[in-house]
C-alpha cells in the first residue's frame, strides 16, 4: 500500500471485499487492535464460520499450524479467514515472539490467494525485519496502533464523532477528552451512546453531554480554568467546593493535569516570539482560535515567573494529594492551591 494504512483505510479496505492476504496488527494501543480483529470475522458470513474461519492463539499453536491453517481451501466460499491472536506472547515458552514472526515469515511471502491471515501482535510493537520484509513481498499489511496522548486525543475525538455523522462544540470537546482520557474504549462507548440519543447531523453541546454522560456542564476543570484565567475569585472557589461535595466525579489528579496542561501552555505563549492569534494556535496545537480565550485571558493576569512559580506548585500539589509530604485532604489541598494560583507573587517581574 502506497500509504500508511490506518484505522479508517483498513476498515474500508474490509469493507470493499477486497482485503490484502495478510495484516499484521501491533501496537500499544488494544483498542484498534480488537475493533480490527473483529472486523476480520465479519468477512466470513455467520452461517460459514464453522468452516471457513480459524481463530488461533499463539501460545498454544505453533508456527506451522498457522501455516498448515492458512493453507486449507476454504469449503463453499472464496476465502477463508485465519485470526491469531496473542502473537506477542510467543508460543508457550519455547519460542519468542520475534522468532514466532520469523517462523512465518516464508508464508507472508507468498501467501495463499483465498486466505486472509490477521495477526495480532497486542502492547507492543513487533520487531522482526525478515518478517516486514516478506510482508512488504506478499503484498501484506503492517498496521500499528499508537497509544493517542494528550496532544492528539482531540483530533481523535472530534475525527471520531465526524465519523459517526455528528458534530461538537469545542468546550464539548475539550469535556470529552478530560472525561475520556485517552482510553479509545470508553471514547467510542460514549460517543456511541450520544450518536443513539442525538441522532445523525446533530451538535453535541455541553447540555447534551451532561445530560447524556452526566458530566457537569457547570463544574469541571474547564470551568475552573477559565475562572482562574480570568482571576474569578468568587467562582473558582465554588467549583473547588463543588469538587469537594463530589470527589467520586471529581478526582484531583486528573483536574491537577489539566491544571498543568493550561498553565504550561501559557507559559509557551508568554515566550513565543510571535503573539498573534495564528501563530500561538500553532504553538500550543490549537485548531480554533476560543480555545485561545483562555489563554489571552491568564496573559492579562498572571505574568511568567508568576507561571513559572504556579507550575512549581502544581507539581508540589500532585505530590502531596498523593501522600508524598502530606497527610491532608485533597480538597483541602485543592482549595490552598486556588488560592496561592490565584495570588502569586513571581520571582521576579519580566515584561515581555
Not at 454522560?213 to 470551568?223: L, Q, T
Not at 493576569?301 to 502544581?314: A, D, K, R
Request: charged share 20%; with cysteine.
Amino acid at each position: 500500500m502506497a500509504e500508511t494504512p490506518t484505522f479508517q483505510s483498513i476498515q474500508a479496505q474490509l469493507r470493499s471485499g477486497r482485503p490484502a492476504p495478510v495484516y499484521i496488527l501491533h501496537g500499544e494501543e488494544g483498542y484498534y487492535i480488537d475493533a480490527l480483529s473483529h472486523a476480520f470475522e465479519e468477512l466470513v458470513a455467520e452461517a460459514d464460520r464453522d468452516f471457513n474461519l480459524t481463530i488461533l492463539y499463539a501460545p498454544q499453536t505453533e508456527p506451522a499450524q498457522v501455516i498448515d491453517a492458512c493453507k486449507r481451501y476454504p469449503m463453499m466460499a472464496d476465502r477463508q479467514v485465519v485470526i491469531l491472536r496473542e502473537t506477542q506472547s510467543g508460543f508457550s515458552g519455547r519460542i519468542s515472539a520475534t522468532n514466532y514472526l520469523k517462523a512465518l515469515a516464508g508464508y507472508v511471502a507468498s501467501p495463499s490467494p483465498t486466505t486472509v491471515l490477521c495477526i495480532c501482535f497486542r502492547g507492543a510493537e513487533a520487531k522482526c525485519a525478515e518478517f516486514f520484509r516478506s510482508l512488504t513481498k506478499g503484498r501484506g499489511v503492517n498496521f500499528q496502533s499508537k497509544k493517542l496522548n494528550e496532544r492528539n486525543i482531540g483530533p481523535a475525538i472530534a475525527g471520531f464523532v465526524k465519523e459517526r455523522g455528528l458534530n461538537i462544540e469545542p468546550k464539548a470537546l475539550a469535556m470529552l477528552s478530560e472525561y475520556v482520557g485517552t482510553d479509545l474504549s470508553r471514547l467510542y462507548n460514549e460517543v456511541g451512546k450520544l450518536t443513539v440519543s442525538l441522532g445523525p447531523g446533530a451538535m453535541i453541546t455541553p447540555e447534551a453531554i451532561e445530560r447524556n454522560i452526566g458530566i457537569s456542564k457547570d463544574y469541571n476543570s474547564f470551568e475552573l480554568v477559565t475562572a482562574l484565567a480570568n482571576h474569578d475569585t468568587a467562582r473558582a472557589f465554588t467549583i473547588v467546593r463543588y469538587f469537594a461535595s463530589n470527589p467520586k466525579n471529581n478526582p484531583v489528579q486528573p483536574l491537577c493535569a489539566t491544571l498543568f496542561n493550561y498553565f504550561s501552555n501559557l507559559l509557551i505563549a508568554w515566550y513565543s516570539r510571535d503573539k498573534s492569534e495564528h501563530a500561538l494556535m500553532e504553538a500550543l496545537g490549537f485548531r480554533w482560535p476560543v480555545q485561545l480565550k483562555d489563554i489571552t485571558a491568564g496573559m492579562r493576569f498572571y505574568g511568567p515567573w508568576q507561571v513559572v512559580e504556579i507550575i512549581g506548585l502544581l507539581r508540589r500539589f500532585d505530590a502531596n494529594s498523593k501522600g508524598n509530604g502530606s497527610r491532608l485532604d485533597p480538597y483541602d489541598l485543592l482549595n490552598d492551591l486556588v488560592f496561592h494560583i490565584l495570588n502569586p507573587i513571581g520571582e521576579k517581574a519580566v515584561d515581555l
